[in-house]
């Protein structure tokens, strides 16, 4: 089945700092979200991005289809935004579910 | 606001014991999904459905059955509960929007089986 590595598994930040997080696939996919993670919390969708850039306030999301690859850049990380960022592909198709990667746990310090 | 309720938020379980968690969502889509959510393992799918009266497997479908009986609702169900099955579990709707996807995820249900 899919298989979704991400990269790094953890992050440590100072306030301000920039990050780049990392999402391999391992075949092609339709879909692809980028979902954040509270402290013992649920899920939201951050973007969706299967293919090219797109950007939603601090977050910048780049995917690379054909090279199965893609990346979250946070801008100016705030203490809010720590928490884990997971990757996700569609299975076969987006009714089929999300298959997920572990995550990458963000932590920023002031 | 659209959303996804699960209820209960937590449950301890005796093993052998019948669970069922439920999931309501005001989204109007057609899929519903239901995770578990392990160190080591991330999210993964359970059960997952179409519509009303459709339920299929997911990749860790074993111990577990799904009832969709509307569109506004599906049940997670364990007969035979287990230690194993100490988890969080998560529902969540979906549905195609252009050509994205747009999901919604419940607050999680901690399940504890002693």
């Known amino acids: 089945g899919q298989q979704v590595q991400q990269s790094p598994s953890s992050l440590v930040l100072q306030e301000g700092e920039n990050a780049e997080l990392q999402c391999n696939f391992s075949?092609?996919?339709?879909?692809l979200q980028w979902f954040y993670q509270s402290p013992g919390g649920s899920l939201v969708s951050l973007l969706s991005?299967?293919?090219g850039t797109k950007h939603t306030g601090r977050l910048t999301s780049t995917t690379v289809t054909k090279e199965r690859r893609s990346s979250l850049h946070i801008s100016s990380s705030q203490t809010t935004d720590s928490g884990t960022y997971l990757c996700?592909?569609?299975?076969?198709?987006?009714?089929?579910?999300?298959?997920f990667g572990l995550g990458t746990r963000v932590s920023v310090f002031p | 606001e659209a959303a996804v309720t699960q209820s209960p938020r937590n449950k301890v379980a005796v093993t052998g014991g019948k669970v069922t968690l439920s999931c309501n969502q005001t989204?109007?889509?057609?899929?519903m999904y239901w995770y578990r959510q392990d160190t080591g393992h991330g999210l993964r799918l359970i059960h997952y459905?179409?519509?009303?009266?459709?339920?299929e497997k997911g990749d860790i479908p074993d111990g577990y059955k799904a009832s969709r009986p509307s569109q506004e609702n599906f049940s997670l169900i364990l007969e035979l509960a287990t230690p194993s099955q100490t988890s969080v579990y998560f529902c969540?709707?979906?549905?195609?929007?252009?050509?994205?996807?747009?999901?919604?995820f419940g607050s999680g249900t901690r399940l504890l089986v002693i």
């Open positions: 969540a709707s979906g549905d195609a929007v252009d050509a994205n996807s747009d999901y919604t």
């Open positions: 075949s092609t996919a339709t879909q």
């Open positions: 991005n299967p293919s």
């Open positions: 996700a592909i569609d299975r076969d198709n987006y009714a089929q579910g999300l298959t």
């Open positions: 989204n109007n889509h057609n899929n």
């Open positions: 459905s179409y519509g009303a009266g459709s339920t």
